[in-house]
């Protein structure tokens, strides 16, 4: 099967693929009192951006207006001091804890 191009894995492997993919980033940005810098929607709006979603989709998800994501983004941005989306990305990835998502995808 592999020498036709198809990927062989073992179940533990596909096990933890599967709960690598139903997992998403969750940042947890203290300061040095230990009191959390981003709001828990904050921290919500910043694992949708992790999962690639456009501020559109971040809006209807969580059922906010557009210009409300936007204004979260610009929050979290200032308080991490960082300017641009994949720099939130990266944050998160290099900085963030998993835990299961916390919201149920609307229907698109």
Request: glycine share 6%; aromatic share 8%.
């Amino acid at each position: 099967m592999v020498h036709q191009g198809q990927i062989w894995a073992t179940a533990q492997q596909v096990d933890f693929l599967i709960d690598l993919v139903t997992q998403v980033p969750s940042l947890r940005v203290v300061n040095f009192h230990g009191d959390s810098l981003l709001t828990p929607r904050e921290e919500q709006v910043v694992a949708l951006v992790a999962e690639g979603l456009p501020n559109r989709q971040i809006a209807h998800e969580l059922g906010l207006s557009e210009h409300t994501v936007k204004k979260y983004m610009f929050r979290i941005f200032d308080k991490l001091g960082i300017s641009t989306r994949v720099e939130l990305v990266l944050y998160a990835v290099s900085h963030g804890e998993h835990r299961p998502a916390e919201w149920i995808p609307g229907n698109a």
